[in-house]
């Protein structure tokens, strides 16, 4: 049965998550339903590159699913991104998968955006899509401390109880914080992340931001490898999937 | 009574305009009725520096109202973007008018920003801030007509029926089309607008980068003062306005 890759765009807010939960809708399950339109009713068991949490959004969260039978890339992207609405979720592109390649397994990078709004008065155009922090937050100082968490580390300081992954290794290639007018933007990247990685670190720097810790302060929360030293976990709508990348991409129609 | 000029930022989605209109709630409404709290129970009278469409959004809005008591420029903001909610208008700067200032007579300047996503996926993320433009569109080509139609002209070919101005005598100082990805962002300059004007330049310049029509053609439709050779009324929800110059500004807290 042919395997395809998805790269999907959606607004977190509606939904429980990715993943398929009971006690709501998941952008997986509305993925699923869609699929069975196309797939003689039979909703076909899809993975995410990333299962992003409650009120996360992505604009390249990448899945794969398989179907009963072929059909054109392009006519499943626009069947897909018909099938999908009044959801708030879109098919960007779709293509064959490569032999062996597996939407999660196969990620060798995974980006995301993390968006705070610094400035007195709530967000209007953007709610939803930011987190507001009133404070003025130094950005500079933030940056410099996120650089002392490159690398690879034991990141059990920065995850959540609930994550289930086996090690708490990982290894962090990007963590830059900037400013744009009102905004800062925090950009991470790294092969993997662990659950709530980011937005624990997000709510660490804000600390170094708003003047409270040191430069230095984030670098020996993560040595210390204590959840409970770290700071508050960011909520969830800051934070968007922005990409991944495979060493072998799909044929993107 | 003290005059205040106020700097707005709202969601145009759920308003009838910024005019006061019997058949819907406008930002001018929503704002006098929460001055009125601050004011003894009296909704004070406002203008702002331009009177956006319904559907059109503004992260730069300038208005004035007057108040029958003094009230710190900060608290005022403040108290404002309180009882705005919820509202998505919000209070971003606030300041004591400087005298025989007025915000929409005494403007210099007004800038507009008009986003265009053009890819084939509808818009998930920023779904009522976009307009969904699927066919490939060249900007380069719409910059290059956008630069004929710069400097002063009669610009009736872009007028609305409805425009209530004297003359269609206008400067434009500023359109440029820029590529950002699969995002088309036109900005707008000029001392003033006439009705749907930068909506009809828009509609207009979308036939250039559809293809269907030459560089040279939005000139001679402006040439031509008639609007019924001009393009399409682009929808609103692509258009913001973004800021009000003016030759005193206001000291803004």
């Known amino acids: 049965m042919p395997l395809y890759a998805l790269t999907l765009e959606y607004h977190g807010g509606p939904f429980v998550g990715w993943q398929r939960q009971a006690n709501g809708l998941s952008v997986q399950q509305v993925l699923e339903e869609a699929a069975a339109k196309l797939n003689d009713g039979i909703p076909p068991a899809s993975i995410a590159a990333g299962r992003t949490d409650a009120g996360v959004h992505a604009e390249g969260q990448v899945a794969q699913i398989e179907l009963v039978r072929k059909i054109a890339p392009d006519r499943l992207r626009e069947a897909l991104d018909f099938h999908t609405r ?9 293509a064959l998968a490569p032999p062996g390649w597996n939407a999660r397994f196969s990620a060798i990078r ?9 400035r007195r008065a709530r967000p209007a155009l953007d709610d939803g899509l930011v987190w507001h922090v009133k404070a003025p937050l130094d950005a500079g100082a933030m940056h410099a401390a ?5 690398g690879r580390h034991d990141f059990s300081a920065f995850r959540a109880a609930a994550c289930q992954a086996k090690s708490a290794l ?12 009102e905004e800062l933007v925090v950009t991470a990247e790294a092969r993997s ?13 804000l600390e170094v931001g708003q003047g ?11 040595e210390g ?8 976990t960011a909520p969830p709508e800051g934070l968007c ?13």
Not at 146 to 150: R, T
Not at 193 to 205: A, E, K, P, S, Y
């Open 193 to 205: 992340f662990l659950h709530h990685q980011i937005r624990n670190l997000v709510g660490t720097l």
């Open 110 to 118: 995974r980006g995301y955006r993390y968006r705070m709004l610094n």
């Open 86 to 94: 009044p959801y708030p979720i879109v098919i960007r592109r779709a």
């Open 241 to 253: 999937f922005t990409f991944v990348r495979y060493a072998e991409e799909p044929d993107w129609a």
């Open 146 to 150: 996120a650089q002392g968490l490159l």
């Open 225 to 232: 490898r204590d959840r409970a030293q770290a700071g508050m």
């Open 170 to 181: 990982r290894t962090l290639d990007r963590l830059d914080v900037a400013r744009l007018g």
């Open 212 to 222: 409270r810790r040191g430069v230095e302060w984030p670098r020996r929360v993560l």
